[in-house]
């Protein structure tokens, strides 16, 4: 989505005493006049972050030549994401080559005014919003958007899934699955203990069973001698061992129609 014509909105400079990953910090004042900055709000813990990267990774590669500049802030939707340790590791698992600013409490989130995961603001040159999106989808906007910043024209990326394609229409899908609040849509076998925003198995053998209607369906999880993150669960999820959290249940789009 552009922002209206007379609308002059710039961009927030990024707030001190932060911790960055991949470079040692940025400050927003020197990055303008070099060239486009795309600030992108994130969480490796997020299926809907996770989808979006390849094409902030591809225009990562594409255009930083030109003068664009990712940045992208680690705003954690679960407890164990204000872990610096459990984010780096995650970065680097991801080989993610921009930089990462941690946003623990979420401070950057509120200067923003963010909405959601991912969140994107594309500044140009001068400072000023150009473009901004919630969400998935908007690639080839986004793109072209991009190019217009930095004054290069170049095929834009193919769409990376039917469902990315523009104007795609998607089949409803089952909403996610937020602990320990909708503990209710869950069948669970055996103890299961509430946390801040978890529910915790009490021994080996515990499961939680659930139904859906999505493209697939994802289990945020942590605890137990599992690296906190999302973990591919077809229905169910089980507890190998007592002490395995689950956060919640994500889900990804059906695919569209032919």
């Not at 923003?112 to 919003?129: A, I, M, S, T």
Request: glycine share 10%; net charge negative; with cysteine.
């Amino acid at each position: 989505m552009r922002p209206p014509e007379d609308a002059d909105i710039y961009a927030p400079e990024f707030p001190a005493r932060l911790e960055w990953l991949n470079v040692a910090f940025l400050r927003m004042n020197t990055l303008m006049g070099r060239g486009a900055v795309l600030v992108e709000f994130w969480d490796f813990a997020r299926v809907n972050s996770l989808r979006t990267m390849p094409y902030l990774k591809a225009w990562h590669e594409r255009y930083s030549d030109a003068g664009l500049r990712v940045v992208a802030v680690h705003s954690p939707g679960y407890s164990f994401g204000r872990d610096r340790d459990v984010v780096a590791r995650a970065v680097d698992r991801l080989e993610i080559a921009y930089p990462v600013l941690l946003d623990p409490d979420f401070v950057v989130w509120r200067l923003y005014g963010n909405r959601g995961w991912p969140g994107r603001y594309l500044f140009d040159r001068k400072g000023l919003l150009r473009f901004v999106h919630y969400g998935e989808g908007e690639y080839l906007d986004t793109e072209r958007a991009i190019q217009e910043c930095v004054g290069r024209r170049m095929d834009p990326l193919e769409p990376l899934r039917p469902e990315d394609a523009p104007g795609v229409l998607l089949e409803p899908q089952t909403a996610d699955i937020a602990l320990p609040r909708d503990r209710g849509r869950l069948e669970l076998v055996r103890d299961w203990s509430d946390g801040e925003d978890w529910i915790e198995a009490a021994d080996a053998g515990a499961a939680a069973r659930f139904t859906y209607t999505a493209g697939g369906a994802f289990a945020v999880l942590s605890g137990a001698n599992v690296e906190p993150g999302l973990y591919e669960a077809e229905g169910v999820v089980e507890a190998g061992s007592p002490g395995l959290r689950l956060h919640g249940v994500q889900f990804t789009p059906l695919p569209p129609r032919k």
